[in-house]
């Protein structure tokens, strides 16, 4: 039998712990704008292509060009109409690339969390020097541009090793967004630190929906109100988490943005049992108010599959 990966305990859905987001709010709602940097010729690495079509593709280059040049700003304003401040998934090439845009989320205090140096650069054969170079990297170098010292982490493009998640606990990270297996927050299992998973996704990340699935814009938004109605029901018991990831070359295309608006302003007419937040705030809060109700309930019902275990850690500074 292959063996499981042990990230995390199988915890079911019903029972926990309740959680009760900030002012008693239902659900806790987040959107995460990949803000992404594309190397026009990535070096080779053996295991994934940079690439679908061979490189260089300068037909996928330059869509994703158009995200950073057009489709981010037209973002930003439509963002800025409904107060809702951006979790920024980000490339850290893009603050030598584009500081502008560096200057703008700042400007209106974004969250930056990492993901990766470049999305065509992967972490796939990296040994553990070089992974904790790319974490360092980001650390730095987003504080220096941001005065924020990033608190989560994304694997660019989704890759991975078998040391990702014990390396970013150790460097103070407080969640992940690379694992998709609850829509409420869980304890990870890492050497060190206390890491949680967060409740990010696949099934309404536009990439999926409109890169993979090719879905009309009509669609899109008529899944997203389903997935907010839902998850906001089923908050009355316990809270929940919403995660829009979204990628400024898809969804702010002018063929999408209006539809687009009528999420926004759905999950504006029920604001009375919503948070609308960022990720490190959603962190922050579980960790302080959660964690140890919800690795106590895990060990009290045996769920705990063994492995690491959670380690205790003292709270960490901002």
Not at 22 to 36: C, M, Q, V
Not at 77 to 84: K, P
Not at 268 to 297: G, L, N
Request: contains cysteine.
């Amino acid at each position: 039998m292959q063996q499981e990966p042990n990230l995390y305990d199988y915890w079911p859905y019903q029972d926990r712990p309740k959680i009760v987001w900030p002012g008693g709010k239902k659900l806790a709602f987040w959107i995460a704008p990949n803000i992404e940097s594309y190397e026009y010729a990535p070096p080779v690495n053996p295991a994934r292509p940079g690439w679908p079509k061979p490189a260089p593709d300068v037909v996928g280059y330059s869509q994703r060009d158009w995200g950073n040049r057009v489709g981010h700003w037209r973002l930003m304003d439509l963002l800025d109409r409904y107060n809702i401040r951006g979790s920024i998934s980000l490339s850290t090439a893009l603050i030598d690339h584009h500081p502008e845009i560096i200057e703008a989320c700042v400007a209106r205090k974004w969250e930056f969390f990492s993901h990766g140096i470049y999305n065509t650069r992967y972490s796939y054969g990296m040994d553990e020097a070089q992974e904790r170079a790319m974490i360092e990297d980001a650390i730095s170098n987003v504080e220096k541009a941001t005065g924020q010292r990033i608190r989560g982490y994304l694997a660019p493009a989704l890759t991975h090793t078998e040391r990702t998640l014990d390396l970013i606990a150790e460097y103070d990270f407080w969640y992940s967004c690379d694992l998709f297996q609850d829509d409420q927050p869980q304890p990870l299992k890492t050497r060190t630190g206390k890491l949680v998973s967060m409740p990010y996704s696949l099934e309404v990340n536009d990439v999926i929906t409109y890169g993979a699935l090719a879905m009309s814009p009509e669609r899109y938004t008529d899944i997203l109100k389903r997935h907010f109605d839902q998850l906001l029901s089923e908050g009355e018991e316990s809270g929940t988490v919403m995660c829009i990831p979204l990628h400024a070359y898809l969804v702010t295309q002018p063929h999408r943005l209006r539809p687009f608006e009528e999420v926004l302003k759905h999950v504006a007419a029920h604001t009375s049992d919503v948070w609308v937040t960022t990720a490190r705030e959603i962190a922050e809060f579980y960790r302080e108010t959660m964690w140890d109700q919800a690795t106590a309930d895990i060990e009290k019902r045996g769920l705990n599959t063994g492995g690491t275990g959670f380690a205790p850690v003292t709270k960490s500074r901002s």
